[in-house]
T-cell receptor, first 116, second 111 residues
Framework: NAGVMQNPRHLVRRRGQEARLRCSPM?????VYWYRQLPEEGLKFMVY????????ESGMPKERFSAEFPKEGPSILRIQQVVRGDSAAYFC??????????????FGQGTRLTVV | DAKTTQPPSMDCAEGRAANLPCNHS???????VYWYRQIHSQGPQYIIH???NNETNEMASLIITEDRKSSTLILPHATLRDTAVYYC????????????FGTGTRLQVTL
């Protein structure tokens, strides 16, 4: 069973471009969580999605950021019109349930976004 | 905000047990205690979790106090590769199932 797969691992974008980050959860996992880690800082929650639904987007910036988790395919975190402050590592985690019964959530290796 | 308090840093000699404490005095009855670690800037690695009973797996042991207000992660024989930031997290269910990371404990394992 492959782990959580994120791609690309490294992404360079010029200011004003769009960044699309993909997260393929583990097989059988229908819950996905996205996190951002700025350089030398901790992990900050961004958004929690279940198939085709956004459950909690309390950590998402109000503008330029969006996320989806379609019925088929990976979850996508989209950043429009990137700015230098968006440079960070973006991690996703997947879980088979919403924590009920104490199920594990596993993380991918992240996408390092650099805005130049 | 994170519902846990951890010491910012700890040292441990290689081969000795590393005991990492965590306070979670406001934990609710249906919330679990999870431990993760992050080595350098890699993705957080799941270690162990528990509700109220002590738990053990191939990586570590988790000791939860009877009142569930604190816990201790034990790495029985620390190695240099265990040097990392360790996070203790209280996780709810459903819409509260996100993992909220605090500042963690930076464990340095030395020769």
């Amino acid at each position: 069973n492959a782990g959580v797969m994120q791609n690309p691992r490294h992404l360079v974008r010029r200011r004003g471009q769009e960044a699309r980050l993909r997260c393929s959860p583990m097989k059988g996992h229908s819950h996905v969580y996205w996190y951002r880690q700025l350089p030398e800082e901790g992990l900050k929650f961004m958004v929690y999605l279940q198939k085709e639904n956004i459950i909690d987007e309390s950590g998402m910036p109000k503008e330029r950021f969006s996320a989806e988790f379609p019925k088929e395919g990976p979850s996508i975190l989209r950043i429009q019109q990137v700015v230098r402050g968006d440079s960070a590592a973006y991690f996703c985690a997947s879980s088979p349930t919403a924590g009920s019964g104490g199920t594990e959530a596993f993380f991918g290796q992240g996408t390092r976004l650099t805005v130049v | 905000d994170a519902k846990t308090t951890q010491p910012p840093s700890m040292d441990c000699a290689e081969g000795r047990a590393a005991n990492l404490p965590c306070n979670h005095s406001t934990i609710s009855g249906n919330e679990y205690v999870y431990w993760y670690r992050q080595i350098h800037s890699q993705g957080p690695q799941y270690i162990i979790h528990g509700l109220k009973n002590n738990e053990t797996n191939e990586m570590a042991s988790l000791i939860i106090t009877e009142d569930r207000k604190s816990s201790t992660l034990i790495l029985p024989h620390a190695t240099l590769r265990d040097t990392a930031v360790y996070y203790c997290i209280v996780r709810g269910t459903g819409t509260a199932s996100k993992l909220t990371f605090g500042t963690g404990t930076r464990l340095q394992v030395t020769l």
